[in-house]
């Protein structure tokens, strides 16, 4: 294994890993992060293969990745489950704890090397970002890789708990302008009762995307594409509990049965 100097030359590559970085910091959510960010420092490091690995509180999970497979696997960069980062090998530990860009040789050895660099906010480390490819691989543009995916991802985290936070707090407000109202609604017929409990208690006919917040558009979008909700939550780095709570406040948005329902009546009032 070899720490890699700061101060070592820098080929020629800049302009293409320019563009790529320039793409990757154009990602304004989510999906568009998870779609993209992969095959572009695939690109922009002229690399075989890519994969990018979550930190949740202390657990290295295997999250995006791009290009050859088999070559990822060899690498180490795909935990099979998730795994504690104290549990990693050296290379992973020491690229979180020094902040520093390292390669190590794929076994058997056959010219391939993998890099290994932290993603980080500040102080907090958000991932572990591995490169494939030949001796052409250039550290530094590895860790500037590195550098824009932690920014973007930061950002985008910060987002969705702005846009979370919103809409409880939207839900709440709502919840305490009607309880007024409600029991003059049970003074009335009981015919009329019924209907306007109903118009109050109906959600409208379709669901409208604005309704939700980035991280359920984020959900209702996998649900589009038939994931399950452990699907979901490997997907978004998610537990288990949390995506059927975000699958529920989808069904109740848009007032559906089911999930087949949801999706249907969400695809209708999509731009």
Known sequence: ?????????????????????????????????????????????????????????????????????????????????????????GGEQQVVCFRQT?????????????LLAAVTAGDDALGLLHVVGGAHLDPQIVQSCADTLGAVLALILVRQRAEEQNFVLASLRSGLGELPERPIELLASSGASSAAASTLLRPDP?????????????????????????????????????????????????????RSDAVSRFARTRD
């Open 1 to 89: 294994m070899t720490r890699m100097n700061d101060s070592a030359a820098v080929p020629a590559g800049w302009d293409l890993v320019d563009e790529a970085l320039a793409r990757i910091r154009a990602c304004r959510g989510m999906p568009e992060f998870i779609q993209r960010s992969c095959a572009l420092v695939l690109a922009g490091c002229a690399a075989e293969s890519v994969a990018l690995g979550r930190i949740v509180d202390g657990v290295w999970v295997s999250w995006l990745r791009a290009g050859r497979l088999e070559l990822l696997q060899v690498s180490g960069a795909l935990p099979a489950l998730p795994m504690p980062l104290n549990d990693a090998s």
């Open 102 to 114: 390292i390669s190590r040789e794929l076994a058997p050895p056959d010219g391939r090397r993998v």
């Open 206 to 258: 379709l669901g409208q995307w604005d309704d939700l917040t980035a991280r359920q558009q984020e959900v209702l979008e996998l649900m589009m594409l038939g994931l399950s909700n452990l699907e979901i939550a490997e997907r978004l780095v998610l537990a288990v509990a949390t995506v059927k709570s975000h699958v529920r406040a989808v069904l109740r948005a848009s007032g559906a049965v089911n």
